[in-house]
Nanobody, 122 residues
């Protein structure tokens, strides 16, 4: 199973980007979905997640109020809207799927996308 993430690019600080994640290999409806990121030389970081019921979301403290995760099950797609981007947001962003009850702690993400690069210039 391969998830496809897209929407990355180069943006100036303060700008916005919208990422998308979809797949033709899997129906995402029963999965909790998340976005991770990995900056050069850094460990992968759990950025945002949304429950399969849409009822709950999680966001890393440093992105709260700037990033919004959402999903459209009819389109089998998950989104990450990123506003107020900062140079420290520069990373490869990955989407992932989990069915674990601790989805909001970054547990059990077994299906991954290939990543999309977000570069924020100062």
């Amino acid at each position: 199973v391969q998830l496809q993430a897209s929407g990355g690019g180069l943006v100036q600080a303060g700008g916005s980007l919208g990422l998308s994640c979809t797949t033709s290999d899997l129906t995402l409806r029963p999965y909790h979905m998340a976005w991770y990121r990995q900056a050069p030389g850094q460990e992968r970081e759990f950025v945002a997640a949304i429950s399969r019921s849409f009822a709950e979301t999680y966001a890393l403290d440093s992105v709260k109020g700037r990033f919004t995760i959402s999903r459209d099950n009819a389109k089998n797609t998950v989104f990450l809207q990123m506003n107020g981007l900062k140079p420290e947001d520069t990373a490869v962003y990955y989407c992932a799927a989990s069915q674990n009850v601790q989805w909001n702690r970054g547990v059990g993400y077994k299906y991954w996308g290939q990543g999309t690069l977000v570069t924020v210039s100062s």
